[in-house]
């Protein structure tokens, strides 16, 4: 039974809270419940055909905003009409709002209890500002997106709470701490501007008296010396710490080497800019247990500042990313398969965050559904509790859970959605803004370990490229694609020269440019920016000479045979030829490959981007992953998902193989079974030739094999002394059944330890043959030392046997399988995919390149850390392969690549900018030059006319390559006039039917088809 049917049976209230969230359908299913005071309801679901009996105590209320916000609807007529309605206002009263704050500052103010309190200075002061700061917001101020802001009830109840939490537990001065509050709740989602504004409004109310030096002091420990290791100080706050060891990313000493280069390296750096930020997210984390948004443009370090604190106090930090199609059981749970085959409720990553104590990140908060976020509510408010309608639980978080959240502005970016103005207000926001240029250059130094005169040469290409405008708008000031990533990426390609230097900035910043004037204005700037002797650099000799990278690749990919090729997902190396843009191509995604960097290919259809990837994979000799993208590409087709099992058949007799095997690892099974000493019987089909006479594998085979393993495990190493203790006799059925319980489980326990086996007092002595105990101890010592050996062999027993009972099991998706086995991964055309869809990878294309799949679940055990057995029942790795874990670190070698059209054709768009930022962009023009089409079809066509002639067992020649050069020439010829003549004329209405290298090799295959 629901909460709704319980409470109305035993006479409870109930509150439905933001009740017009609530689809049309489910509200009328309600109605004979509101009709009067004796409605009820009739269960027909489960077959009543007579109305539940209504409690005379059982209340019905209901909450909603008006239907004003993003997200918000009107109720239906028939349901609102049933309800006696009330509205109810906001408190703006300056009397009944010191009644408020008198309540928030009782135990932190000196003015008194009661009415005095409501009288004293601290309450005056708070109620003038809140009126103040409100007016502000209605006249001038404007948060990070350009909106106005939104200040409540909520607002300056938060306030206030903090400025009571730092005067109880860090013993601050009652007006510093609440100068704190008032910033923490209404300065934090303002941008520069109106943040300062405000800031000397509250200053000038507030903050008079105090000093720089005051404000910046720490308070005393809480809980005194005797909780020393318990906080820990980030100045100026005391916060608690966590049980994981506490790492600073920012301590990581930095040396110079020789020339004054920065040889060390930080994982994070405290910027001035950092470090106010850090300080308004320690203030927010310390002061009061409610989530956080930070909210700021791609690449701004939002969710790396969260990352850092976490780790610095020792806090377990889970992300978890949303996308379009995030579902609540994605937080919350689902039910799954445990080991023994039941359908079990298994916490999701958040309700296991909230009973652990871990801290957790909502990442891109606003791509998710504003119906599945809403569902948080309860949790978000200052009721902190989520209540699961699976197991009618209502969960309470542990004291040191923390809920974090980021987005993006909604609008500049794609995708994002505007949350509603209730739901933000839950938040206590914090805007972080772009990273200052002076400030990127220490950025660069010492977390990429760039020398100082290079990172301040990659920051001056910054700003003089954000200055200049360009046609196909990649450098927009701030909101183009110059970001910060782009500038790690640069100063972690290692350049030791300004040649190098120059070189590496034009293959990242101007080989993504689809205009050839760009490429040259971009290579203007890094030649004025980047002077001196040796910063001259030529592409050309890099790409093209003849001792290039690429040259040297493709002569490796020319002795490979077509089996080789086989591995990169059908590629034909009858077509590779060294053309200028193959060697181009190959160079620029071998640099990305070496750095491990996400690759996006930009061009039109037919000029090589899928086949560079296929080429590295047979370079690379990994396995190649393609997921061909489309427009109803959902994540599960990228991540995988829980399926039905299938094959089971093959499962037993994948359990048999391994049985097999474990025989073979532990021949002292079958000699301690044929002795009788006590060892385990083993199945007669596990016998080759039994198998081989039978065909097919029993049915039983499976539960047999467990059943022998469990025997095995239970009396095989424990049965020594048992077999011909008495007379040489085997054990009674009975002793064997126990499975050791009693007196057997105490002999055995002598007996391993070299003991004789204790008699009862009366029973008479046992006649021992001292030689042959003796022999079957030594047996089973030998015996018990094999199985211990065999413990990973056993183990993947019991996971095959475990997913042969489970109904459900997860299958990894091709990038979960290729981040586990360190394969390649190719999203084909990913710009057809939903950007929200693609944005749940983002974790993926950063450089920590891990994955939680909150999809599958969280762990099953405690410590956070599941058992094989569970891990395969729940679906722990590929059809059973790989680990169970949620949380995935991409292996060494993974490598992902995506390609795509550019946007303007039927179907075709552009990336939103901050999915986009995230991949090193190369652009890929189409192969028009005439000695480029020339080499791939002499390559094309000899090598189709020989395996034609092959296919066919002809002896002479192909007729066709006795004329290959004039018939390549008229091939060349009308490809140029059909393209340049007809599709190019003004006004032609063949423009878009120009002839790629695709359709110009296809028709080579079919000249070599007809004309033998």
């Known amino acids: 039974e629901g909460a709704l049917v319980d409470a109305l049976r035993t006479g409870k209230w109930v509150l439905l809270d933001e009740i017009n969230l609530a689809s049309s359908e489910t509200l009328q299913r309600l109605t004979g419940l509101l009709d009067d005071a004796r409605g009820s309801v009739t269960l027909t679901e489960r077959g009543d055909a007579r109305a539940l009996r209504r409690h005379p105590e059982f209340r019905l209320f209901a909450a909603m905003n008006p239907a004003t916000d993003a997200g918000k609807k009107d109720l239906p007529p028939a349901v609102r009409s049933r309800f006696s309605e009330i509205y109810v206002d906001e408190l703006v009263d300056p009397v009944e709002l010191r009644t408020v704050a008198a309540k928030y500052l009782r135990g932190a103010s000196v003015g008194g209890d009661g009415a005095s309190l409501e009288s004293s200075d601290a309450v005056l002061t708070s109620v003038d500002v809140y009126l103040k700061c409100r007016s502000l917001a209605n006249r001038s101020l404007a948060d990070g997106s350009g909106q106005r802001p939104r200040y409540t009830l909520r607002t300056l109840c938060r306030a206030l709470s903090a400025a009571r939490t730092l005067v109880r537990t860090q013993k601050w001065k009652l007006r510093r701490a609440l100068l704190e509050g008032f910033e923490l709740a209404f300065e934090g989602p303002l941008d520069d501007s109106s943040r300062g504004t405000l800031r000397k409004v509250l200053r000038g109310a507030l903050g008079e008296g105090l000093s720089a030096k005051e404000l910046d002091h720490p308070g005393r420990r809480p809980g005194g010396r005797g909780a020393d290791g318990e906080y820990v100080l980030v100045r100026p ?115 296991q965050a909230l009973r652990r104590g871990h801290w957790v990140i909502l990442d891109e908060l606003n791509l998710a559904p504003s119906e599945v976020l809403e569902a948080l509510n309860r949790l978000l408010d200052d009721n902190r509790e989520l209540y699961l309608p699976e197991t009618d639980e209502t969960v309470r978080p542990h004291p040191d859970f923390r809920l974090f959240a980021t987005q993006n502005p909604c609008g500049a970016y794609g995708g994002r959605k505007p949350l509603s103005r209730a739901f933000r207000n839950r938040f206590v926001e914090l805007h972080v803004g772009d990273i200052p240029p002076g400030e990127m250059s220490t950025i660069l130094e010492l977390r990429c370990g760039c020398p100082p005169t290079h990172a301040k040469l990659l920051v001056k290409v910054m700003v003089s490229l954000r200055n200049r405008r360009s046609r196909s708008g990649v450098f927009r000031g701030k909101d183009g694609l110059i970001t910060p990533r782009d500038l790690l990426r640069w100063a972690g390609r290692g350049a030791s020269t300004k040649s190098e230097l120059a070189a ?269 105990t003796d022999r079957q101890s030594e047996l089973h010592r030998r015996l018990s030392k094999q199985l211990d050996e065999a413990k990973p062999l056993l183990r993947e027993i019991d996971d095959l046997h475990a997913r042969y009972l489970s109904l459900f099991e997860w299958v990894d998706g091709p990038l979960v399988s290729a981040m586990r086995s360190g394969h390649l991964l190719l999203l084909d055309e990913m710009s057809l995919a939903e950007d929200a869809v693609l944005e749940r990878l983002n974790s993926v294309l950063e450089p920590s390149r891990t994955l939680t799949l909150a999809e599958k679940g969280g762990d099953d055990g405690e410590d956070g850390e599941s058992s094989s057995a569970g891990d395969a029942a729940a679906g722990g790795g590929n059809k059973g392969g790989g680990d169970g874990s949620s949380e995935i670190r991409a292996h060494g070698d993974f490598r992902i690549f995506a390609t795509m059209n550019p946007g303007g054709d039927f179907g075709k768009r552009e990336l939103s900018p901050a999915l986009r930022s995230r991949f090193t962009e190369i652009w890929v023009p189409a192969v028009t030059d005439r000695r480029d089409v020339d080499l791939v079809l002499e390559r094309t066509i000899s090598s189709a006319a020989e395996r034609r002639s092959r296919l066919l067992a002809v002896a002479r020649e192909h007729p066709l390559l006795r004329r290959l050069g004039d018939v390549r020439a008229k091939m060349l010829d009308y490809v140029h006039h059909f393209n340049v003549d007809i599709c190019g004329a003004p006004g032609s209405i063949c423009q878009d039917l120009t002839l790629s290298l695709r359709d110009v090799l296809t028709w080579a295959r079919f000249v070599v088809g007809v004309c033998l």
């Not at 320690?282 to 976490?310: C, D, F, M, N, Q």
């Not at 293959?507 to 490429?519: D, G, I, K, S, Y």
């Not at 690749?553 to 843009?581: F, H």
């Open 237 to 351: 706050f005391w916060i608690k710490g966590g049980q994981e060891d506490r790492v600073d990313w920012a301590a990581s000493s930095v040396t110079k080497g020789g020339g004054g280069s920065a040889r060390g390296r930080s994982k994070f750096v405290l910027t001035p800019t950092a470090s106010s930020n850090l300080r308004s997210l320690v203030r927010a984390a310390s002061s009061g247990p409610w989530p956080i948004l930070l909210e700021g443009p791609t690449s701004a370090g939002k969710t790396t500042l969260i990352e850092y604190l976490a780790a610095r106090l020792g806090h377990r930090c889970v992300r978890i990313n949303n996308h379009e199609h995030t579902d609540v059981q994605e937080y919350t749970g689902c039910y799954a398969a445990d080991s023994e085959g039941r359908l079990k409720f298994r916490d999701g990553i958040l309700v």
């Open 504 to 772: 590496e900035g034009f293959m990242l910043l101007a080989e993504r440019l689809r205009n050839e004037e760009e490429r040259e204005a971009v290579r203007e700037v890094l030649g004025e920016v980047i002077k001196g002797a040796g910063a001259e650099f030529d592409v050309d000799e890099i790409y093209y000479g003849e001792k290039s990278e690429a040259r040297r690749a493709l002569e490796q990919v020319v002795k490979l045979s077509q089996e080789e090729a086989d591995r990169a997902a059908g590629l034909s190396m009858e077509a590779i030829a060294p053309t200028r843009s193959m060697l181009r191509l190959l160079t620029l995604v071998k640099r990305c490959v070496a750095k491990k960097e996400p690759v996006l290919l930009v061009g039109e259809t037919g000029c090589g981007k899928t086949t560079v990837v296929q080429l590295l994979s047979v370079l690379l000799r990994h396995h190649l992953h393609v997921i061909n993208c489309h427009a109803s590409t959902e994540t599960s087709d990228i991540l995988g998902g829980l399926r039905p099992v299938r094959g089971r058949e093959a499962i037993a007799r994948a359990m048999i193989e391994k049985t097999r095997d474990l025989l073979r690892q532990c021949p002292l099974v079958g000699e301690a079974a044929a002795d009788g000493s006590g060892g385990a019987a083993i199945p007669k089909f596990l016998s080759e030739d039994e198998t081989k006479k039978e065909g097919d594998c029993p049915e039983d085979a499976a539960e047999r094999i467990a059943a022998f393993l469990k025997e095995l495990r239970g009396a095989g190493p424990s049965s020594v002394g048992e077999g011909k203790a008495k007379g040489g006799k085997k054990p009674s059925p009975s002793s064997k059944e126990n499975g050791g319980k009693g007196k057997g489980k105490r002999k055995r326990r002598k007996l391993r330890e070299g003991e004789s086996a204790p008699t009862q007092q009366g029973e008479p002595e046992p006649e021992v043959e001292p030689e042959g």
